[in-house]
Each structure stands twice: as structure tokens, then as C-alpha cells.
């Protein structure tokens, strides 16, 4: 079942098209990592699909439902932090929630406790928002974003400004609040690492166009392993690479490393050629091709296709 489905969406500023005839498809109960270069249009499809942006054409479709001008209902089971999150500075973290659970009709008697533990904010409750840091108020932005215990959660880039013990604590809430809250997610972020240690999904955009939606399963079981070996002479491991051991799928990718691409070749058999015709060896590891490297490289071949 898709929670959120997009047909051709298309946005255009001043005769400019931004989004291009995206179509996306967003299950229920899943983590969906939305990612593109800066200014691909990851902000302006967010902004749509919580209606703070109207479509120049195109379709979305939220909990089975047309979004529309008036879909106040659907609205009501999202939550989101697009964008730098705002507050009223001279008020607490508290009675920021306190008034959007007022705006948003929602009166769970310990819901704001229980979302300012979830973001690890409890003890600084009752400080004013001006004393924040800007991880503070992304903490907190997720706090609101998630209080109402919503069924959809759209956040973009909400990593932004948090140390790494911040990010590890986030990502574990994330997790937590997709497996065992059912809650379902779109989040978009640089830090690819992050995205592929807890999306189950991955869709990524490229000035304004969709260029993949694929299962991080599905990704897994196709990306490459290969065997990485630095060296401080890899023109001569080249060539015991092709004379001794008959392998020709390896490439050089930076002036001492050296990645081997063959199957069927162990690293045990690779050290001890190489140490037997006198090449020194700094490291030999098995990798497999990372989301990172991935989505360099399907950007790349965009933007060489389209310039």
C-alpha cells in the first residue's frame, strides 16, 4: 500500500521549471531517503506535498486521497519540519509545543513530555528558544513534528547541525518511530551515510527530475564487491595483476589504489603474488560500492546526458 503517490508533479517559478513530471511512490510503514545535489528540487516536492506549495501541474495523492486546497484531514495525520524550523524565540521549548498541539487541536495530556524525551530536550524544557543552538532547534523541530503522532512524517535535512552523537540519536528515533510506532517517512538529507543505514527506499533527483526509485535491498544485492588494494607502486601491481594472475577487470582510482573488480579472486592470493615479486602492499580490504559512490555516479551521468 503507497502512502503517498505523485503524478508528473511539475512546478514552475517565472516560466522556470524546478520540478519536472516526478512520479513518486512512497509506501506505508517504510523509510523513504529522498536525494539530490543542492537545488534539485528535494525542498519544492516537500513543500507540495504539505500544501505550502501549490503544483503548476500534476497530481499528489496522500492516504489515498487527491490532495487538494481543502484537505485539511489528510493534513492533520502529517507532520513535518521543512526548511530551518522557526519558533517564538522569547517562549520555552515547552510552550512551543504547547501551542502547536493548541493550533493543531491535539490535547494527548503527556505528549509533550513524551516528544521532548524522544529528542533528548527534557531537561532544557524550560528554556527560552533564544538560548538554543541549531541543534537544539532541530531537536526540537522534530519534537513538533512528530507530537501529534502522525502517520506520515515529511522532514528535510533534519540531521542539520547536530553532532555526531545527535545524528546516531536521531536515526536510532527514526527507526524506532518507522518499526515500532508504524509511523512512515520521507526524509532528505546530505549525509548519504545516514539515509543508508536506516532508509528502506531511496529516490533521487536531479534538477528537478526523478532519476531512480529503488529498494535499498534491491540496491544491495546489485552493488559490486570488489578488492581494494593500495600500494606504493601500482604500476608494477598492475602488471603482476595481468601476467601472474590473469586479471584484467581492476582500475586505478587514485595514485596508489588500486580496485579489483574480478570474481573468484582471493585477497589471500593477491598478497602473496604480489609479496613474492617484491610489491610492497599498504592495504588490501573487501569493499562493496557504497550509496555514496552510487549516487555520484548516477548524478554524473546525468548531468553529462543533459549538458
Same mark, same amino acid.
Given at each position: ?6 503524478? %508528473?508533479l511539475? #512546478? *514552475?517559478f517565472?516560466g522556470?521549471?524546478?520540478? $519536472?513530471?516526478?512520479?513518486?511512490? &512512497? ?10 545535489? %543542492?537545488?534539485?528540487?528535494k ?17 499528489i ?39 502547536? *498541539? ?17 529528542? %533528548? ?5 524550560n528554556?527560552?528558544?533564544? +538560548? ?12 513538533r ?6 502517520e506520515?512524517l515529511?522532514?528535510d535535512?533534519? &540531521? ?9 540519536e536521531?536515526r ?5 518511530? *518507522?518499526?515500532?510506532?508504524? &509511523? ?12 543508508e ?6 529516490g533521487?533527483i536531479? #534538477? ?11 540496491l ?8 581494494e ?6 604500476t +608494477?601491481? *598492475?602488471?603482476?595483476?595481468?601476467? #601472474?594472475?590473469?586479471i584484467? %577487470?581492476?582500475?586505478i582510482? +587514485? ?7 574480478? +570474481?573468484?579472486?582471493?585477497?589471500t592470493d593477491? $598478497?602473496k ?12 580490504? #573487501? ?7 552510487y549516487?555520484?555516479a ?5 548531468? $553529462?546526458t543533459?549538458?
Amino acid at each position: 500500500m503507497y502512502i503517498v503517490k505523485t503524478r %508528473n508533479l511539475t #512546478k *514552475c517559478f517565472q516560466g522556470q521549471e524546478v520540478v $519536472s513530471n516526478v512520479s513518486m511512490n &512512497i509506501k506505508k510503514g517504510e523509510i523513504y531517503g529522498f536525494l539530490g545535489p %543542492n537545488g534539485a528540487g528535494k525542498t519544492t516536492i516537500m513543500k507540495m506535498l504539505t500544501n505550502l506549495v501549490k503544483p503548476t501541474s500534476g497530481e499528489i495523492e496522500i492516504f489515498g486521497q487527491v490532495l487538494t486546497s481543502s484537505s485539511y484531514d489528510v493534513l492533520g495525520r502529517m507532520g513535518s519540519m521543512i526548511e530551518y524550523p522557526i519558533f517564538y524565540e522569547k517562549l520555552t521549548a515547552r510552550e512551543n509545543l504547547e501551542l502547536h *498541539c493548541e493550533y493543531m487541536g491535539y490535547h494527548h495530556h503527556h505528549a509533550i513530555e513524551e516528544a521532548l524525551d524522544m529528542v %533528548n530536550l527534557k531537561h532544557v524544557d524550560n528554556k527560552s528558544i533564544s +538560548q538554543f543552538s541549531l541543534g537544539m532547534k532541530q531537536r526540537l523541530g522534530i519534537a513538533r513534528a512528530i507530537i501529534t503522532r502522525p502517520e506520515l512524517l515529511i522532514l528535510d535535512e533534519p &540531521i542539520n547541525g547536530l553532532d555526531p552523537i545527535g545524528i546516531k540519536e536521531i536515526r536510532h528515533l527514526f527507526l524506532v518511530l *518507522c518499526k515500532e510506532y508504524g &509511523i512512515t517517512l520521507l526524509v532528505s538529507s546530505h549525509i548519504l551515510a545516514e539515509i543508508e543505514q536506516m532508509a528502506d527506499t531511496i529516490g533521487v533527483i536531479s #534538477k528537478g527530475r526523478l532519476i531512480t526509485e529503488v529498494s535499498m535491498e534491491k540496491l544491495k544485492g546489485e552493488n559490486t564487491e570488489y578488492i581494494e588494494l593500495v600500494t606504493t607502486n601500482p604500476t +608494477q601491481a *598492475c602488471v603482476v595483476l595481468e601476467d #601472474k594472475l590473469q586479471i584484467t %577487470n581492476f582500475k586505478i582510482i +587514485q595514485q596508489r589504489m588500486i580496485r579489483i573488480y574480478e +570474481q573468484g579472486i582471493s585477497q589471500t592470493d593477491i $598478497s602473496k603474488t604480489m609479496i613474492l615479486n617484491g610489491i610492497e602492499i599498504e592495504s588490501i580490504n #573487501k569493499q562493496v560500492t557504497s550509496l555514496e559512490e552510487y549516487f555520484l555516479a548516477l548524478i554524473n551521468k546525468e548531468e $553529462s546526458t543533459s549538458g
